[in-house]
């Protein structure tokens, strides 16, 4: 997929999915997961043991989904996660070698970022996204319409503490899409390998974000 046409479903959906986990097993059960609940976007933590194995085979065998690599640190993990299949990276922080590194490979860059002053960095460094976190620390949807104010240029990605309650509030504040990871992505579940909890919160997340949007254009 093309870089635009990444960046565009991104906007779309409006949720990635951040995939942590014990082992490269539930890692994949929770991608299958979320897709089953109409979440077609994930992104698999740098975190996960055998996390690159896991992109690549997903890669393969569910062509269907949008494949992110998360906590993407610098170029040479940003490397090893395009060579993998990677088609978007996701770092905590900024590191402009990393973004630089992603624009070399034509890849959706999603910059990490907390403070106005990174924000503002990520996004001339090139990012194509910029993701605030962790941003319940800071006042979550509250501080992404604060960011919105100086910043109305930039798509900004709440991630970190992003919840069912404030999912829709995340969206009439102005961002772009929602980054979920332990709220979707239910430990319980996947150690007993319960894809039902999770493919319902995925759809209830997709709903939320669908009528978040709804009452902003009427």
Do not use: H
């Not at 897709?35 to 996390?51: C, F, L, N, Q």
């Amino acid at each position: 997929m093309k870089k635009k046409s990444v960046r565009e479903q991104i906007a779309s959906i409006g949720i990635i999915a951040v995939i942590r986990a014990s082992s490269s097993e539930e890692a994949r059960f929770a991608a299958e997961a979320v897709w089953s609940g109409g979440i077609p976007i994930v992104e698999i933590t740098m975190t996960v043991p055998g996390a690159l194995q896991v992109i690549s085979g997903l890669a393969k065998t569910m062509p269907q989904l949008l494949l992110g690599a998360g906590t993407v640190l610098n170029k040479k993990m940003a490397r090893q996660c395009a060579d993998a299949g990677a088609q978007f990276l996701v770092s905590p922080g900024f590191d402009a070698d990393m973004v630089a590194t992603a624009k070399k490979f034509k890849l959706v860059v999603i910059a990490g970022a907390l403070t106005p002053t990174e924000v503002l960095a990520a996004w001339d460094a090139g990012a194509d996204l910029v993701k605030v976190f962790p941003c319940c620390n800071l006042g979550g949807p509250a501080y992404i319409k604060a960011l919105r104010g100086p910043f109305p240029q930039v798509p900004l990605i709440p991630t970190g503490g992003v919840t069912i309650e404030t999912a829709a509030d995340y969206i009439r504040a102005g961002a772009t899409a929602l980054g979920v990871g332990s709220e979707l992505i239910l430990k319980d579940a996947l150690k007993a390998r319960k894809s039902e909890p999770i493919s319902d919160l995925a759809r209830r997340f997709v709903a939320l974000v669908n009528e978040a949007r709804k009452q902003l254009t009427t």
